[in-house]
């Protein structure tokens, strides 16, 4: 049909003689009808389309790349401006249609007009009226006009509120969404700024919601905008990833990069947590962009996100390892209270009591810490040994922490042939945690390392001496303890007295047999890692 009789057909359509207007009228008025069935907005929409043909055949000139006409000298700076921005980020599109612009003066105002991706009631005008700028932006899609408008936050846009032209409930028709900015530029370079800035935003928003739907089968909604938010502001877009495979190409690096790791119907984040997962999608966008950019297949992107994705679940392993050196980090804390309480053998009751109940509120905070480590592990499906690095740290704060309750019945002086085995119980605790940070961290510092491609001898060596100083040092830790056992029994200490002195000493050395479990659990995970 011609648009004259599209428009009486539609007319004739309309009950418009009464003082009110029915829902369903005002449906047909403003909404976007799926199939054939016309709407005023369609015809008004079709009508856009076919002024802007017409413009383009009436063109007098054209201005780096806008067709314009009835233009004064003034205006040319600036659609060049606007143009510049179009230029630098229109390749990202690839071979999607769009972006066409047009550039006309009319009632004191420059008017330009851009396509965008040629979708219906999806529409950009820009119009230039001194140092002002009105933004009136139409979108069928919600999400991406708020995300447009937030493209221009470092400008100080005012934003009409986003309307919904179509009422609530009504029953058929597809509903768009219209905003209006109104930037008032300080000088002319800041105005062509602005202009440019919204030249190079276009391009991200073809196919955008395509690209949110796809995001969200791998993180949630808010996530998959954050991700195509950073794309725009980084000038990557979503695009390319789309053209090659979008989901189906993260899929596809996971299945060969971690198929014991991420199961079918696993969530990513699940196994990477969340800051992970965004950063790993940003690098796909990425990496995506550059390939096509440069004529790369999507399989040299796969093998890259692979790789990528190795990296980020061996730093998850990594991460791990730091769980277990800050529960060692609290055992010298422990420890380290004792051996003050034990020190000269005339304490204070007052201040071992004080040192075993902060014991205790340490011993609380890490069984927490350790209850978080075992859900990780279970959840990112990690490397067994990491779990019994985990047990064997909490059993070392467990013990220590009733050497701390034991260390508070002390009598407030002690034989000097006690408190010198007592002291060295003391110094193997603490020198066994700190052995065991030591080589927990190399350890750390390996796996990373080996994730990146390259061991790191000296890191492997360090992570296998401290487990060689553990197994030593709970070696001294059963002499001394022996030793406490033959004065406390074999002497003429009290009955009572004489007991507390005997299981602290043993309490101590039990702790020192748990770091050294720390040492042969560590040593089989290094070498585990160093056959791989």
């Excluded at 080996?450 to 000296?458: L, P, R, V, W």
Aim: glycine content about 8%; hydrophobic content about 45%; aromatic content about 4%.
């Amino acid at each position: 049909k011609s648009l004259e009789q599209r428009f009486a057909a539609i007319a004739a359509s309309l009950d418009l003689g009464k003082e009110r207007i029915s829902e369903a009228d005002i449906a047909k008025l403003t909404s976007v009808f799926a199939g054939e069935t016309d709407s005023l907005h369609r015809f008004v929409m079709d009508l856009h389309k076919a002024l802007n043909r017409l413009t383009a055949q009436c063109a007098e000139e054209t201005v780096a790349g806008a067709l314009s006409y009835g233009l004064g000298p003034e205006d040319k700076p600036l659609i060049a401006a606007f143009m510049r921005g179009l230029d630098r980020t229109r390749a990202l599109k690839f071979d999607h249609p769009g972006l066409d612009t047009t550039a006309v003066r009319g009632d004191h105002r420059l008017i330009i007009q851009n396509d965008i991706g040629t979708t219906d009631a999806h529409v950009l005008v820009v119009s230039v009226e001194g140092l002002r700028v009105t933004i009136t932006h139409s979108d069928v899609h919600e999400p991406r006009a708020k995300f447009f408008m937030g493209l221009f936050a470092p400008f100080a846009v005012k934003w009409s509120h986003l309307h919904q032209e179509r009422a609530e409930g009504l029953a058929e028709g597809e509903a768009f969404y219209l905003v209006t900015g109104s930037y008032e530029a300080g000088d002319s370079e800041a105005l062509k700024s602005f202009l440019e800035a919204i030249g190079a935003a276009l391009v991200f928003l073809i196919d955008w919601n395509k690209a949110r739907k796809a995001l969200r089968r791998l993180v949630g909604n808010s996530d998959a905008i954050h991700v195509l938010d950073w794309a725009a502001r980084h000038e990557f877009g979503h695009r390319a990833f789309l053209e090659l495979g979008g989901t189906e190409l993260v899929a596809s690096a996971v299945r060969h990069a971690a198929p014991a790791r991420i199961g079918f119907g696993d969530e990513l984040e699940d196994v990477l947590g969340r800051e992970a997962t965004l950063k790993f999608l940003q690098t796909a966008l990425r990496l995506a962009t550059e390939a096509m950019r440069d004529g790369h297949s999507a399989r040299s992107v796969r093998e890259t996100l692979e790789i990528d994705l190795v990296r980020r679940i061996e730093r998850n392993e990594s991460a791990l390892l730091t769980t277990v050196v800050r529960q060692l980090g609290l055992a010298r804390d422990i420890a380290t209270g004792i051996a003050r309480d034990v020190a000269d053998g005339r304490a204070r009751r007052s201040d071992a009591m004080c040192n075993a109940a902060r014991a205790k509120r340490i011993e609380e905070k890490a069984d927490s810490i350790a209850l978080d480590a075992r859900q990780a592990i279970a959840r990112t499906q990690a490397n067994p040994t990491n779990a019994d690095l985990v047990n064997a740290a909490e059993n070392t704060i467990d013990e220590l922490e009733q050497a701390a309750f034991l260390a508070s019945l002390l009598p407030t002086e002690l034989e000097p042939e006690l408190l010198e085995p007592l002291g060295e119980l003391c110094a193997a605790a603490i020198s066994g945690a700190e052995a065991a940070v030591r080589g927990i961290e190399a350890a750390a510092s390996l796996s990373e390392g080996n994730s990146a491609g390259s061991a790191n001898s000296e890191d492997s060596e360090d992570a296998l001496a401290a487990t060689a100083r553990l197994v030593d040092l709970e070696h001294a830790a059963d002499i001394a303890e022996r030793t406490v056992t033959r004065l406390v029994l074999g002497g003429d200490a009290g009955n009572g007295r004489g007991m507390v002195v005997l299981e602290l000493a043993r309490a101590l050395e039990r702790s020192t047999d748990r770091l050294a479990l720390v040492g042969h659990v560590l040593h089989a995970h290094v070498m585990a890692g160093l056959s791989n």
